[in-house]
Nanobody
Framework: QVQLVESGGGSVQAGGSLRLSCAASGYTGPQMGWFRQAPGKEREVVAVIYTGGSRTFYADSVKGRFTISQDNAKKTVYLQMNNLKPEDTAMYYC???????????????????WGQGTQVTVSS
């Protein structure tokens, strides 16, 4: 049984940093990512990593500010978020697929496993 557990959310001022963690148990698949959903908005991709080769993908809105990484020994994926902006405020979810989805990496529907989310709030 796959379980994804997020941690590390919180409240920060604009310009601050947070690091989210996603601990994965029972998962051996190839692709994990972070999504976020703000109130009244659709869930959107933030960053994705191929667990086998560490190739990464980012949404344009976070490029240069966020970094996704992994620690295979700890079976944990991280999202380092720097220079946070109020528009980054959202519930952040860890997600994982059961196969590679190359060009579909942005689509929430291809991710089979989801964590329960961790709230990130950025004040101006």
């Amino acid at each position: 049984q796959v379980q994804l557990v997020e941690s590390g959310g919180g409240s920060v001022q604009a310009g601050g940093s947070l690091r989210l963690s996603c601990a994965a148990s029972g998962y051996t698949g190839p692709q994990m990512g972070w999504f976020r959903q703000a109130p009244g908005k659709e869930r959107e991709v933030v960053a994705v990593i191929y667990t086998g080769g560490s190739r990464t993908f980012y949404a344009d809105s976070v490029k240069g500010r966020f970094t996704i990484s992994q620690d295979n020994a700890k079976k944990t994926v991280y999202l380092q978020m720097n220079n946070l902006k109020p528009e980054d405020t959202a519930m952040y979810y860890c997600a994982a697929t059961n196969m590679y989805y190359g060009s579909s990496w942005t689509r929430a529907s291809v991710y089979k496993y989801w964590g329960q989310g961790t709230q990130v709030t950025v004040s101006s």
